[in-house]
């Protein structure tokens, strides 16, 4: 007998909750927030929302379904199965920090602040949940095939993103290593850098967008389901000994951007989750290229 779908709700701290875990009391926060002008009323009032809209889909999941939540700083020691479905409730990027440990599970995204998140991941309403679930379990249902990047180390560690992987330093400080085509096709270039971001058309809506903007560059970013990726160097210092001729670039689903580490520790994180991040030592490399794992997201 196969097994029931489980819904997995993929959920975040709140920022009522946080201050409570600091402060002990509701009243030990507001004095907190109101002796530097602000009311914990807003805080509360995105609590209550994002509460009402776990209840909300919790309760929608059909009674045969298996189900379970899992918090945003639990996710790397969270087990996904291939018959989960994933509800993720909260804002856009909570969708993208769940990515990385997914493996083609359906993915729906849930908006709890309706006005206050852009919605370009967080796509419905928590009163939808149960048409969403069905439909994410029949055919009918139509998803958006979003690109990944991934990282792969020469020691075959591997790390997925959905927006960007940065390689740089832990503390953002100068960063050195030799970047270059991974086919050879360039000669690598020595560089110093704040570090390197490799990221998708979902993440050019974010990092990648600043980015963008600063430095007025041309290269068209892709769209969310293009398999291009597109990289740009930070602050590239130019010295005797380092360049800055390999600072942007595009990468088709046939190229890979190589780097090699010349400094004592770099550190390569997705999607901002710098806590679950890969450590580069001396001479280590990285390769960087499309992943073949897209984000199955439910339209």
Do not use: C
């Amino acid at each position: 007998m196969s097994l029931a779908p489980r819904a997995v709700l993929v959920r975040r701290t709140s920022e009522y909750e946080a201050l409570l875990a600091r402060h002990g009391t509701h009243g030990q926060a507001a004095f907190f927030l109101s002796s530097r002008g602000r009311s914990i009323d807003e805080v509360l009032l995105r609590h209550e929302r994002l509460r009402q809209a776990l209840a909300q889909v919790a309760a929608a999941v059909p009674l045969r379904w298996r189900q379970a939540q899992v918090e945003r700083a639990d996710l790397d020691r969270f087990l996904f199965a291939p018959e989960d479905v994933v509800v993720v409730v909260g804002p856009d990027g909570l969708v993208a920090n769940a990515a990385k440990y997914l493996a083609g599970q359906p993915v729906i995204g849930i908006d709890t602040d309706p006005g206050r998140n852009p919605g370009v991941l967080v796509r419905h309403r928590a009163s939808d949940t149960a048409a969403l679930l069905r439909a994410a379990v029949a055919a009918s249902g139509t998803y958006d095939e979003l690109t990944m990047v991934e990282a792969v180390t020469d020691d075959t560690q591997r790390l997925l993103a959905l927006n960007e992987i940065y390689v740089g330093s832990a503390s953002h400080q100068t960063a050195r290593y030799r970047i270059g085509p991974d086919d050879g096709s360039v000669p690598m270039e020595q560089q110093a850098s704040s570090g390197v971001l490799v990221g998708t058309g979902t993440g050019a809506t974010g990092w990648l967008s600043s980015l963008r903007q600063e430095r007025a560059t041309a290269l068209p970013p892709p769209a969310p389901t293009d398999p291009r990726l597109v990289w740009y160097v930070r602050e590239a210092w130019p010295s005797p000994t380092t360049g800055t001729a390999q600072v942007e670039g595009v990468l088709t689903r046939r190229d890979s951007l190589r780097l090699t580490v010349e400094s004592d520790r770099l550190i390569a994180f997705g999607d901002g989750m710098e806590s679950d991040a890969l450590e580069l030592t001396w001479g280590q490399s990285l390769r960087l290229n499309t992943s073949a794992t897209t984000l199955r997201l439910l339209s």
